[in-house]
């Protein structure tokens, strides 16, 4: 798949803009074409799909089918299913004086966008946010990662066979072409991908005001109580560290626990893996590799043999490091002052529950939390004294799994969140709509100049909100006094009166 020239970005950003301008993504059947195509796409070549990610990732069939394009189709059916529903007007409360208007909130296109995807989950990343922005009735670009490189060639060649190329395009390139597509105007960016490129994308966004989406990351800790199953929670704390080998912005970063604890999870952990991946993870057919030399070599750095209690294999030539668990960790070791982003776990020893709260919330927001214990009180504890992106007890990853829940991050984590009906809020503009009626002006007359003590005081029970609540016969004592008045002012009309004098 060529790849795309910078001089033909401004030109594509354009076309785009102009077919935005011609409507044709506000029709709620447009969009549903659309949206069927994209999962008749995921129907039609999901071999393929699932090849180019194994051949970026090593991932196995199974584990991309399920978390990347099973994912991306149950949004896109979502989408179907509810897309009416999202699109109808959303009435508001109305106090006593808008009684007679049309209050209404409608979810409108924002323009045209720009969705940058990320290397780790290179389908699933990069088009679960174009779903929702379908959905929303916006045109697209799409700029896949060029770090998994099969997966966006695929892209490239795919989206133009099944969605409208008018109103969505795909940029295909590396870090110059992503240099000159920030540089040109949008409606909306959506980022997923690290900090560091997180800061450069707002920065080019701040030029035009254009409002951002960050999905980053940041070291998510996971709490774990003495008093817990520790069987259950080593092989839900390995299978969401391990997957994708390690390299999922919410699998857990880093684990706290008592010195007590400590042995018997590593026992445990150990168990799990060697369940999951065999004796010699590097021949399973289920273990990811790292996504290239560069990003192992980083990882492979923050290993202090010395502390090593499971693993610590590296093969650079293979790009493997093999799922790691390293022991009593302190909080200024060099592992513990970025995101890991690699298959290794680090323990960090802690007296007792507070001690973690507190080591936690020293720290930045993370984009998740998880918290394992058979007590509810500890769970509560944890969750109500920390703050994060999103926050799981007693399992790791699930909360991805729900698209009735928003998914992102807090402070350096992120900001914003997607996932179903989220995602289609975030790429809506939310207009505020009244509609008045052009009769009853002379009521109206009360709010005009000249002003007068006397139009103040028939005002004030609509102008000022009572402090006290169940003021029922207040309020119906009002709507009787605009009625009467009502009443009085269209008798009052030489209009009026001739019709009702037949009638006497």
């Known amino acids: 798949m060529a790849m795309t020239e910078a001089n033909e ?30 999962l008749k796409c995921t129907k039609d070549h999901e071999k393929e799909i699932c090849d180019a990610i194994f051949q970026d990732l090593h991932k196995p069939y199974e584990e991309a089918l399920m978390m990347e394009v099973a994912f991306l189709r149950n949004e896109i059916i979502t989408a179907l299913e509810e897309l009416h529903q999202w699109m109808k007007p959303e009435r508001v409360k109305k106090p006593l004086v808008n009684q007679f208007d049309d209050c209404m909130i409608r979810s ?12 780790n989950y290179p389908f699933q990343l990069l088009l679960s946010p174009v779903v929702g922005a379908i ?11 060029e770090v998994s490189m099969n997966t966006a060639a695929l892209v490239a060649k795919l989206i133009p066979q099944y969605l409208d190329n008018e109103c969505y395009r795909v940029i295909f390139g590396g870090l110059d072409i992503s240099k000159v597509t920030l540089e040109q105007r949008f409606d909306h960016i959506f980022y997923t991908g690290g900090g560091a490129v997180g800061k450069i994308v707002m920065e080019a966004a701040s030029k035009h005001l254009t409002p951002v989406i960050l999905e980053l990351g940041g070291k998510s800790p996971c709490i774990i109580d003495d008093n817990c199953n520790l069987g ?51 021949k ?7 996504i290239n030399v560069k990003h192992l070599k980083r990882v ?3 290993i202090n043999k010395s502390n090593v209690a499971i693993g610590g294999l590296v093969d650079e030539s293979d790009k493997f490091i093999s799922p790691t ?29 507070d001690d973690a709260i507190e080591f936690v919330n020293s720290r930045e927001k993370p ?38 829940l928003p998914f992102g991050g807090v402070g350096p984590s992120g900001m914003g969140a997607y996932h179903g009906k989220y995602t289609f809020d975030v790429f809506s503009h939310k207009r505020s709509v009244m509609v008045r009626k052009l009769n009853m002006e002379s009521l109206n007359d009360l709010r005009y100049p000249p002003y007068s003590a006397k139009k103040i005081s028939y005002l004030g029970p609509l102008l000022f909100k009572s402090e006290k609540s169940g003021n029922t016969l207040l309020k119906i004592f009002v709507i009787g006094a605009i009625l009467a008045f009502s009443y009085r002012v269209l008798m009052n009309s030489s209009a009026m009166s001739s019709y009702f004098s037949k009638w006497y």
């Open 108 to 119: 409108e296109p924002l323009g045209t966008v720009l969705v940058m995807g990320a290397w």
């Open 325 to 353: 668990v390293v022991t009593d960790v302190k909080a200024d070791d060099a592992i513990m002052q970025e995101e890991i982003f690699g298959p290794v776990l680090p323990i960090v020893n802690v007296d007792n529950v």
């Open 300 to 302: 492979a750095s923050l």
């Open 135 to 145: 959905a929303a009735g916006n045109c697209v670009i799409l700029k896949p990662s």
């Open 232 to 282: 259950v929670a080593a092989q839900r704390i390995a299978w969401g560290k391990y997957v994708n080998s390690g390299q999922t912005c919410i699998a857990p970063d880093y684990v706290l626990c008592s010195k007590a604890t400590q042995p018997k999870l590593v026992q445990e952990l150990k168990r799990s893996i060697e369940k999951f991946y065999g004796e010699d993870p590097k």
């Open 284 to 290: 399973s057919s289920d273990f990811c590799r790292m």
């Open 367 to 404: 984009l998740a939390l998880y918290v394992f214990s058979n007590q509810r009180s500890y769970l509560d504890k944890v969750i109500e004294s920390t703050t994060s992106g999103g926050c799981v007890a007693n399992d790791t990853l699930m909360q991805t799994s729900l698209s009735t």
């Open 9 to 38: 970005v401004p030109k594509i950003v354009k076309s785009v803009r102009a077919a935005f301008r011609s409507g044709k993504t506000q029709n709620i059947e447009f969009r549903k074409q659309q949206l069927k195509a994209l």
